[in-house]
């Protein structure tokens, strides 16, 4: 697979037909970090050879999805586990439409809510405390290792990370890429740090910024145990030092050309550039931001405007699917 890949838009081709043997089941899990009170509330979507006539209630949420068997039964088997986390201000559903189309191939995939920092919890100390996120990660990949509910569905030698924006940082940070907080805080009087620390759920996040105790995140959040990466429009490299780091393991990062508030030239193409022998693949045309979102039913799109504003150039579902495409290559190709 060549180190640069570019999504022409404009030239759609016929997509290969993947390769989906399995339903998808769903189930919550919940888990208690007592060590920071922090509750890691976790969706789970995983194979199952059951059929939608076999279960009393579909997953029902604002967004077209495939359809899941809520507590399905697990195929009796083990399967690689990727973990998912979300985007600021989201939470553990924002990236359903992936984690059902890696299931459906095969997969186990789990994602936590980051508590303090999901749309319905904005709490704002936790959308600037970078270091909970990674932490969270550590803390729920120990914890579903542990849990006989699942674990032996699981094949712990095949793990990988995944994630969107600021779950794009966490994702890169698990991979053992080391943000500098001092950095951080000096970013906040840039011009480039005045565009990047504003989010759309809080403002200006760049006073809680320079209030960072730097003596309280760790250096680094490397965890081994996960072994391939995927980070979508990774947020936070305002905060990477200009210098490689010390990454073996396979990363795939995407971003979309038209990205506002993750602009690639500051975020996914500098993470690329100091990972060596990262992967980059680029949206290209008018993609921005959001597209790695869900797609919202017509009530969804009216409330949340702000995420679905597309440009008319961009299709939504042909970016999943094509994303999808390129994701399930890689880790084909990873593990």
Not at 130 to 152: C, G, H, M, Q, V
Not at 170 to 180: S, V
């Amino acid at each position: 697979m060549k180190s640069i890949k570019t999504l022409l838009l404009l030239l759609i081709f016929p997509l290969i037909s993947l390769a989906q043997d399995f339903n998808v089941g769903e189930r919550t899990i919940e888990y208690m970090d007592s060590s920071r009170n922090r509750p890691i509330k976790t969706e789970v979507w995983y194979p199952t050879f059951e059929t939608d006539s076999l279960n009393e209630k579909k997953t029902e949420l604002p967004f077209k999805l495939s359809p899941t068997i809520r507590n399905a039964k697990l195929v009796n088997k083990s399967f690689p586990l990727i973990v998912m986390s979300h985007g600021t201000g989201g939470n553990r559903f924002s990236l359903a439409w992936l984690a059902i189309e890696l299931a459906k191939n095969g997969y186990i995939v789990i994602a936590p809510d980051h508590w303090g920092n999901t749309y319905d919890n904005k709490i704002p100390e936790y959308f600037v405390r970078y270091w909970e996120r990674p932490l969270d990660i550590n803390f729920l990949l120990t914890s579903i290792l542990a849990d006989k509910s699942i674990n032996s569905s699981i094949d712990d030698t095949r793990i990988g990370m995944m994630g969107f924006s600021f779950g794009g940082y966490t994702t890169l940070a698990i991979a053992g890429a080391d943000i500098n907080c001092e950095l951080i805080k000096e970013q906040t009087k840039t011009k480039a740090g005045k565009k990047e620390f504003k989010v759309s759920e809080l403002g200006d996040l760049r006073k809680l910024i320079s209030e960072i105790n730097c003596s309280e995140p760790q250096k680094t959040f490397k965890d081994d145990r996960f072994k391939v990466f995927v980070a979508m429009a990774p947020a936070l490299g305002l905060g990477l030092p200009d210098q490689s780091q010390n990454i073996k393991a396979p990363v795939l990062i995407i971003g979309a050309k038209n990205d506002r508030t993750t602009p690639i030239q500051t975020n996914a193409m500098k993470y690329h550039k100091l990972i060596t022998g990262s992967e980059y693949f680029l949206l290209e045309g008018e993609t921005g931001h959001y597209v790695f979102l869900n797609e919202g039913n017509k009530m969804l799109q009216k409330r949340a405007k702000r995420y679905y504003r597309d440009d008319k150039s961009v299709k939504r579902s042909l970016i999943h699917e094509q994303v999808t495409k390129e994701v399930l290559s890689f880790l084909k190709e990873s593990f």
